[in-house]
């Protein structure tokens, strides 16, 4: 049985930072690309970072550039997004997802998703 469990989400202060972590179980983890999604209330979820299966390979969507990153542990079937310099805007549930490839920052194929992380940024 696959499972994907995202933590890390929380209150934080404009200009904070947060570090979110997803670990995944029952799939062959470096055998796929990974990525973050979000979905802010009342909008559509949308991709926001993919990284390609080695990990050396990343993309992000304009809107979090310079700001977030993306990392992945194979070893440990682990997902990171570091989170600096956060704006109210980055207010979403987070998501992150297991699929073919990336295709630039978007996922192609998502095939296992986690049920979210509630991350909330005031101003």
């Known amino acids: 049985q696959v499972q994907v469990v ?3 989400g929380g209150l934080v202060q404009a200009g904070g930072s947060l ?3 997803c670990t995944a179980s ?3 983890f470096r055998g796929y690309a990974m990525a973050w999604f979000r979905q802010a ?3 559509e979820r949308e991709g926001i970072s993919c990284i390609d299966s080695s990990g050396v390979d990343t993309f992000y969507a304009d809107s979090v550039k310079g700001r977030f990153s993306i990392s992945r542990d194979n070893p440990k079937s682990t997902l ?4 600096n310099s956060l704006k109210a805007d980055d207010t979403a549930t987070y998501y992150c ?3 073919g490839l990336c295709r630039a920052h978007v996922l192609g194929y998502p095939t296992y998703w986690g049920q979210g992380t509630q991350v909330t940024v005031s101003s």
């Open 6 to 8: 995202e933590s890390g």
């Open 97 to 99: 997802a297991a699929g």
């Open 26 to 28: 029952g799939l062959a």
């Open 80 to 83: 990171y997004l570091q989170m």
């Open 41 to 43: 209330s009342g909008k």
């Open 19 to 21: 570090r979110l972590s």
